[in-house]
């Protein structure tokens, strides 16, 4: 009896094609993946991979769900080590800034393993709530807020209604949306104040366009200096005429 390696449909021992997929049915074997199956090259067996990782306790060997810090069993568990997407996340807005650091958050691909999803949104939502309590750009809110829309959809689509990832999304949307209104009125507070700040440097700046263009500033230091003798002569003048009138009156 043999089987289709591309389908797994069962085959007619003289078949040259498969009935189902439409591959060819080939003779030769391929060399066994060590870890996966010794069998992968015969055509008489169907071809059996095993995906992702089953997480065990390794003091009773009780299956351990994610995020749990406990086995069913009560032991601890420790040396959980991060997620190579939450790494690579974390390097990449150590590495960029600004634009750069936008455009990276945007197109950063969402894992599809379920821990290392949920770990995704934590981290997101984590950096999200610090931006937003620290009043930082909104730019850079904006770019984060996106993300965690993006990873809170494809939470709802991937897992069932009861998965404790989806409860816990749902928890950070609803405490997000309640500290994007505070934040809201922290950006529009800053704004009045940017708007007043902005007012009084274009008065500065139009009382020194003023004073720039008067005669007085756009004049010579010689000009300016024998302006202030002439003044100077004329108070001297007044001053010794009202004291001759004085005593030729006397």
Request: proline fraction near 4%; aromatic fraction near 10%.
């Amino acid at each position: 009896m043999k089987f289709c390696t591309n389908c797994g449909k069962q085959l007619n021992d003289d078949a040259k094609f498969c009935d189902t997929c439409g591959a060819p049915v080939s003779g030769t074997q391929t060399p066994p993946i060590p870890g996966i199956n010794e069998n992968v090259g015969d055509d008489t067996k169907r071809k059996e991979v095993f995906v992702g990782v089953k997480r065990k306790c390794p003091v009773c060997g009780a299956e351990v769900s994610a995020f749990a810090l406990t086995c069913p069993n009560g032991h601890e568990l420790s040396g959980i080590s991060v997620s190579k997407t939450s790494k690579d996340f974390q390097e990449g807005l150590i590495k960029y800034e600004g634009k750069e650091e936008r455009d990276f958050v945007a197109s950063f691909p969402i894992p599809n393993e379920r821990e290392a999803l949920g770990n995704f949104m934590l981290m997101v939502a984590s950096i999200l709530k610090q931006d937003m309590q620290n009043g930082a750009d909104q730019m850079r809110v904006s770019s984060f807020s996106g993300k965690f829309d993006e990873i809170k959809s494809k939470v709802y689509m991937m897992l069932k209604a009861d998965d404790p990832i989806v409860g816990e999304t749902k928890k950070w949307d609803s405490a997000l949306n309640e500290l994007y209104e505070n934040y809201k009125k922290i950006i529009e507070e800053r704004a009045i104040i940017n708007r007043k700040k902005q007012k009084e440097q274009e008065r500065k700046n139009r009382k020194w366009e003023r004073k720039r263009n008067s005669l007085w500033y756009n004049a010579s230091n010689e000009t300016k200096g024998f302006i202030i003798y002439i003044c100077i002569s004329f108070i001297v003048c007044v001053i010794l005429f009202a004291v001759f009138y004085k005593l030729g009156i006397d």
